[in-house]
């Protein structure tokens, strides 16, 4: 079976990471509860979008 990876965003300033909630984007304090990007565009995009600051994306093992 092949590894496969995706990507997740954190709020760099409050710390939190962006989870899908009810079709709109909520937050979560831990790592394994994150929204799963397939794509590092979307990631990014989706944080520029939602987030008014710095953030960090992290490619993560599904």
Known sequence: M????AFIV????SGL???PN???VGYTQWAHE???FD??????????F???GQF???EVSQ
Request: aromatic share 6%; charged share 25%.
């Open 50 to 52: 939602v987030l008014s």
């Open 17 to 19: 990471f962006l989870t």
């Open 10 to 13: 954190q709020d760099a300033e």
């Open 39 to 48: 794509e590092l565009a979307e990631a990014v995009d989706t944080a520029q």
């Open 2 to 5: 092949a590894k496969t990876s």
């Open 34 to 36: 994150a929204g799963r």
């Open 22 to 24: 009810e079709g709109d």
């Open 56 to 58: 960090f994306v992290t």
